[in-house]
C-alpha cells in the first residue's frame, strides 16, 4: 500500500504569490491533517479535516486555507506569501478522527522556500 | 495551554550502548496520549513509541521504551542498543483525547550515534 504522499516535494516562491499543497492520505483513511515545520522547532498544527469537514485549525493567519476532497485529499493554499512562510509542510493521515486512539502517518513534506 | 519541552538539543550514543531522551510537558487534564516521533533526514515523521496515560504499564517497542511518569509529567524515550540507522531528530508529542485533535511537539533532540 501507499503511504501518505505529498507534492510537491520541494518548492520555490517569490513573497506576495500565492501556493498549493497536495496531500493524498492512505487508502481508507479519512482524516488529514496539516502542520508546520519551521527549521529546527517542531511542527505545529495548522488544520484537521475529517470527513470534508474542518475539524481543527491551529493559530495561523486567514492566509492559509485548506480542503479536503470527496476522494479524502487534500489540498493547503497559502497566499500573499511572506518569507516566514519558509518551511517543511507535513501531511499526517489517520484512519478515524483524532479523537480516538488511532495512529497519524506522515508524509515527507514539501519543502517551502519563499525568496 | 498544554506544552511540550525537550531540554536536550543534541544528544549523542556509542553504537550498542544505551541512550535516553528526555521530554516533560504541562498539562491540567488527566487524559491524554504521549509519543515519541523520529525524524531521520528522509524528513518523514515515524513513530517510534505511544503512551496512553491511563496505563500505569511503560510503552515499549523492540529496543524502544519509555519511562512515564504522570505525577511528574515526564516521558523519556530509552533507547537501547543503539544502532547507525537510529540516528534522528527524535520529538517527543502530546495529543489531548478531549477537545483538541492536535498533536503539541517539542522542540525536538538531534540525536547521533557513533559507531
Known amino acids: 500500500d501507499a503511504g501518505v504522499t505529498q507534492s510537491p516535494t520541494h518548492l520555490i516562491k517569490t513573497r506576495g504569490q500565492h501556493v498549493t499543497l497536495r496531500c493524498s492520505p492512505i487508502s481508507g483513511h479519512k482524516s488529514v491533517s496539516w502542520y508546520q515545520q519551521v527549521l529546527g522547532q517542531g511542527p505545529q498544527f495548522i488544520f484537521q479535516?475529517?470527513?470534508?469537514?474542518?475539524?481543527g485549525r491551529g493559530n495561523f493567519p486567514d492566509r492559509f486555507s485548506a480542503r479536503q476532497f470527496p476522494n479524502y485529499s487534500s489540498e493547503l493554499n497559502v497566499n500573499a506569501l511572506l518569507l516566514g512562510d519558509s518551511a517543511l509542510y507535513l501531511c499526517a493521515s489517520s484512519f478515524r478522527d483524532s479523537f480516538q486512539n488511532t495512529e497519524a502517518f506522515f508524509g515527507q513534506g514539501t519543502r517551502l522556500t519563499v525568496v | 495551554a498544554q506544552t511540550v519541552t525537550q531540554s536536550q538539543p543534541e544528544m549523542s550514543v556509542q553504537e550498542a550502548e544505551t541512550v535516553t531522551l528526555s521530554c516533560t510537558y504541562d498539562t491540567s487534564e488527566s487524559d491524554y496520549y504521549l509519543f515519541w516521533y523520529k525524524q531521520p533526514p528522509s524528513r518523514q515523521m515515524i513513530l517510534v513509541i505511544r503512551?496512553?496515560?491511563?496505563k500505569q504499564q511503560n510503552a515499549t517497542e523492540n529496543r524502544f521504551s519509555v519511562n512515564f511518569q504522570k505525577a511528574a509529567k515526564s516521558f523519556s524515550l530509552k533507547i537501547s542498543d543503539s544502532q547507525l540507522g537510529d540516528a534522528a531528530m527524535y520529538f517527543c508529542?502530546?495529543?489531548?483525547?478531549?477537545?483538541?485533535?492536535?498533536?503539541?511537539w517539542g522542540l525536538g533532540t538531534s540525536l547521533a550515534v557513533n559507531p
Open positions: 479535516y475529517y470527513e470534508k469537514e474542518e475539524r
Open positions: 508529542a502530546y495529543r489531548s483525547v478531549y477537545s483538541n485533535r492536535k498533536l503539541i
Open positions: 503512551q496512553e496515560a491511563y
